[in-house]
T-cell receptor, first 113, second 114 residues
Framework: GDSVTQMEGPVTLSEEAFLTINCTYT??????LFWYVQYPGEGLQLLLK?????DKGSNKGFEATYRKETTSFHLEKGSVQVSDSAVYFC????????????FGSGTQLTVLP | DAGVTQSPTHLIKTRGQQVTLRCSPK?????VSWYQQALGQGPQFIFQ???????QRGNFPDRFSGHQFPNYSSELNVNALLLGDSALYLC?????????????FGPGTRLLVL
């Protein structure tokens, strides 16, 4: 079946540090890949996505590149801010399915001033 | 443009009771999906509704049922509540057939079963 594996947290960084959150996947078909962010007490917000191999999704300084050869979609940001503190979820959706998302377990990020 | 809304925000029930959660999709969306997010976990797909029918279901028992109304809003019903049903229930809406068909999530309903 489909699955997503994320690096375990929590991750604690100082402001302006470089961020990487690893994500690898297993899919029965050709997936689209997503990163969602969940701020405390809120629902999920789409952060970025990529729909085919070698695509790079980007938003708010975050980037992730769809690597089919390594089945990975690692999230990166060059300089994190305190406001980036949240839980980050990697997810996939296989084409031809009912558009359901399969999520990883999430990575808690805390950025200290 | 209103996003996805859910009600209630919080709910406390006891074992064996029944609960109904509600979701209104983002304006222009016609498909609603429900997810269960246990504490410290990623969301798990429960089912999806389109054209007032359940189109796909995840690995959840029949105690979980749903409905979609002609205005595309949706309800999630859970019967015979168990302690393990305590979770954040998320509704997501999308537009069937859209090129990217991105799912937009509501803030969730936090259910506590005592």
């Amino acid at each position: 079946g489909d699955s997503v594996t994320q690096m375990e947290g929590p991750v604690t960084l100082s402001e302006e540090a470089f961020l990487t959150i690893n994500c690898t996947y297993t899919a029965t078909g050709y997936p689209s890949l997503f990163w969602y962010v969940q701020y405390p007490g809120e629902g999920l917000q789409l952060l970025l996505k990529a729909t085919k191999a070698d695509d790079k999704g980007s938003n708010k300084g975050f980037e992730a590149t769809y690597r089919k050869e390594t089945t990975s979609f690692h999230l990166e940001k060059g300089s994190v801010q305190v406001s980036d503190s949240a839980v980050y979820f990697c997810a996939l959706r296989v084409r031809g399915s009912a558009r359901q998302l399969t999520f990883g377990s999430g990575t808690q990020l805390t950025v200290l001033p | 443009d209103a996003g996805v809304t859910q009600s209630p925000t919080h709910l406390i029930k006891t074992r064996g009771q029944q609960v109904t959660l509600r979701c209104s999709p983002k304006s222009g969306h016609d498909t609603v999906s429900w997810y269960q997010q246990a504490l410290g976990q990623g969301p798990q797909f429960i089912f999806q509704y389109y054209e007032e029918e359940e189109r796909q279901r995840g690995n959840f028992p029949d105690r979980f049922s749903g409905h979609q109304f002609p205005n595309y809003s949706s309800e999630l019903n859970v019967n015979a509540l168990l302690l393990g049903d305590s979770a954040l229930y998320l509704c997501a809406s999308s537009l069937k057939g859209a090129t990217q068909e991105t799912q937009y999530f509501g803030p969730g309903t936090r259910l506590l079963v005592l």
